[in-house]
């Protein structure tokens, strides 16, 4: 195992994309209201900002915050969690609310 250097980001943004639909557990999941390609959409609007190297935004399976009302994101290393989210734009609000703390 070797160390990465420069891999030092000032925000990390983890975003569950768990989909359940195709399974027989009953819990609420985060996918398909927050999918892969809407983090890639994220990810995408990160570089066009600049902060590539500032911030990390990374599709999770499961962060543990299941629940009907929408989508589950994280920030670290403030380790804030948000729950509810409903779109891209959503998701672009956590992170520009999170950039401008650092």
């Known amino acids: 195992m070797n160390d990465i250097s420069n891999a030092t980001p000032a925000l990390h943004v983890f975003v569950c994309v768990n989909d359940r639909t195709n399974s027989t557990d009953t819990k609420p999941s985060c996918g398909p209201t927050i999918t892969p390609e809407m983090v890639k959409e994220v990810k995408l609007w990160v570089r066009q900002q600049g902060w590539t190297s500032r911030v990390y935004v990374t599709k999770a399976q499961c962060l543990g915050f299941c629940n009907p009302e929408g989508g589950v994101a994280c920030a670290y290393p403030k380790g804030r ?22």
Do not use: R, T
């Open 81 to 102: 969690f948000v729950k509810g989210l409903q779109s891209v734009e959503d998701i672009k609000n956590f992170v520009q609310e999170e950039v401008e703390k650092i």
